[in-house]
C-alpha cells in the first residue's frame, strides 16, 4: 500500500528556536497534502492545506508566519514551526491523498518545546 | 465546524456490538472513517461516497445517508483489537478544491 514518511517521530527543542518536519509521499504523487495537529484525546485539528506549486491555505486562528508550510514537489510537504514556545508542544500529523479514494497519513512528530 | 461523533466513549465486551455515529451540519460529499490507537497516526478503514451507500470491512461496516448528512460506523462481534479512537472525516468543498476535516472521536474500549 501506499506509505507517507513523517520525520522526525519525535524532537524536543528550545523555546525560540525553530523546527521542520517533512512529510515524503513515497510511492505515489500527492497534489495536496493536509497538516494536523492533535491534543492529547482530542481529534485531529486541520491546521492548513498544502498545495503543490501555491502558498497553503491556513485554517481559522492558525498563525501562517508561525507554522511554515511549503509543498516543494509533488512528494515533499514540509511544516516548520517557527521561534517554538511550550505551548507549541503536541502531536503533528500530516496526510496525503492519492486520488479520492484514500487517505495516507505520515507516523506523526511528537514536538516537545521546553 | 467538526462534524458531531457519538457516543463520545464507549465500554464493550469482546463480541458485542457497536455503532458510532457521525453527523455534520455541512453538506457531504464523502465519509472517511479512521481508527487511531493511543500515540500512532489514524489507520484508514473505509471510505463511502454516494449517498445511502454500504460498506463492510470485516466485521466493521458504515452507512452514508447524504440527505441527512450522517454516518454511522458498525463494529460487529468486537474484538480487543477494535479498541481505539474512531474518527469520521469528511470531504468539506471549499473555495474550488476541499479539505478533509475529522469529527470529534469515538473512544473504544474492549474488554476481555
Known amino acids: 500500500g501506499a506509505v507517507v514518511s513523517q520525520h522526525p517521530s519525535r524532537v524536543i527543542c528550545k523555546s525560540g528556536t525553530s523546527v521542520k518536519i517533512e512529510c515524503r509521499s513515497l510511492d505515489f504523487q500527492a497534489t495536496t497534502m493536509f497538516w494536523y495537529r492533535q491534543f492529547p484525546k482530542q481529534s485531529l485539528m486541520l491546521m492548513a492545506t498544502s498545495n503543490e506549486g501555491s502558498k497553503a491555505t491556513y485554517e481559522q486562528g492558525v498563525e501562517k508566519d508561525k507554522f511554515l508550510i511549503n509543498h516543494a514537489s509533488l512528494t515533499l510537504s514540509t511544516l516548520t514551526v517557527t521561534s517554538a514556545h511550550p505551548e507549541d508542544s503536541s502531536f503533528y500529523i500530516c496526510?496525503?491523498?492519492?486520488?479520492?479514494?484514500?487517505?495516507?497519513f505520515g507516523q506523526g512528530t511528537r514536538l516537545t518545546v521546553v | 465546524q467538526q462534524p458531531v461523533q457519538s457516543p463520545q466513549a464507549v465500554i464493550l465486551r469482546e463480541g458485542e456490538d457497536a455503532v458510532i455515529n457521525c453527523s455534520s451540519s455541512?453538506?457531504?460529499?464523502?465519509v472517511h472513517w479512521y481508527r487511531q490507537k493511543h500515540g500512532e497516526a489514524p489507520v484508514f478503514l473505509m471510505i463511502l461516497l454516494k449517498g445511502g451507500e454500504q460498506k463492510g470491512h470485516e466485521k466493521i461496516s458504515a452507512s452514508f445517508n447524504e440527505k441527512k448528512q450522517q454516518s454511522s460506523l458498525y463494529l460487529t462481534a468486537s474484538q480487543l483489537s477494535y479498541s481505539g479512537t474512531y474518527f469520521c472525516?469528511?470531504?468539506?468543498?471549499?473555495?474550488?478544491?476541499?479539505?478533509?476535516?475529522f469529527g470529534t472521536g469515538t473512544r473504544l474500549k474492549v474488554l476481555a
Open positions: 496526510s496525503a491523498h492519492r486520488g479520492w479514494t484514500e487517505a495516507f
Open positions: 455541512k453538506a457531504l460529499y464523502s
Open positions: 472525516g469528511t470531504e468539506t468543498p471549499t473555495s474550488g478544491t476541499y479539505k478533509y476535516i
